[in-house]
């Protein structure tokens, strides 16, 4: 089957660093995509990853990739309240061409 | 340079209806693909086309269809409306269909079905 999960909340203080969790049950997905949706607005792409690599690095984001247990991060470094959002794990299957999101991450930032 | 553009912003039918909506792709980009989005989930794909035949289809009915226009916009149809199918319809442009080339979305067309 093709299933992407992530957990519905996380809160995390100012400055600190962020970490959302993500696991696909697909083991064809090639590539595996990091968006950010702000309310009222679409999905922003952040960061993309290919499915033999292990982590990219981005400025504050680092994704890392485990692809024996089929499980992605996403790390903010220094979160700022411009970070407020929902982050959504997708993963690409090629030979459907088509990407299967996970129901969203909400990141919250507090004080 | 102007993103993906869709319109309407937002849409009210009732239960029956066929609606229509809009995309225009980021310019260069030959590939356009459809989500619902679903409120409290993430999105769903749809269709996928690019240099106007399909490419893709998702897992909904006969009443969704879509075509691609040689300027490489898109519509999105919807015949016989149900309640079910308000939430919020994304499009997502790329410069083609490899896994390489990303999808750039649309703020979306929120459609409310009453």
């Known amino acids: 089957g093709e299933d992407v999960e992530q957990s519905l909340f996380l809160s995390v203080r100012e400055g600190d660093s962020s970490v959302i969790n993500c696991t696909y049950t697909?083991?064809?997905?090639?590539?595996l995509y990091w968006y950010k949706q702000e309310p009222g607005a679409g999905l922003q792409l952040l960061t993309y990853?290919?499915?033999?690599?292990d982590m990219k690095q981005d400025q504050r984001l680092t994704v890392l990739l485990n692809k024996k247990d089929k499980h992605l991060s996403l790390r903010i470094a220094d979160t700022q309240t411009g970070d407020s959002a929902i982050y959504f794990c997708?993963?690409?299957?090629?030979?459907?061409?088509?990407?299967?999101f996970g129901s969203g991450t909400r990141l919250s930032i507090r004080p | 340079d102007a993103g993906v553009t869709q319109s309407p912003t937002h849409l009210i039918k009732t239960r029956g209806q066929q609606v229509t909506l809009r995309c225009s792709p980021i310019?260069?980009?030959?590939?356009v693909s459809w989500y619902q989005q679903v409120l409290g989930q993430g999105p769903q794909f749809i269709f996928q086309?690019?240099?106007?035949?399909?490419?893709g289809r998702g897992n909904f009915p006969d009443r969704f269809s879509a075509r691609q226009f040689p300027n490489y916009s898109s519509e999105l149809n919807v015949n016989a409306l149900l309640l079910g199918d308000s939430a919020l319809y994304l499009c997502?442009?790329?410069?083609?269909?490899?896994?390489?080339?990303?999808?750039?979305f649309g703020d979306g067309t929120r459609l409310s079905i009453l």
């Open positions: 990853i290919f499915s033999n690599m």
């Open positions: 086309y690019y240099e106007k035949e399909e490419r």
């Open positions: 310019s260069g980009h030959k590939s």
């Open positions: 997502a442009s790329s410069s083609g269909t490899g896994p390489n080339q990303p999808q750039h």
């Open positions: 997708a993963a690409l299957r090629s030979s459907a061409s088509k990407i299967i």
């Open positions: 697909d083991s064809s997905s090639t590539y």
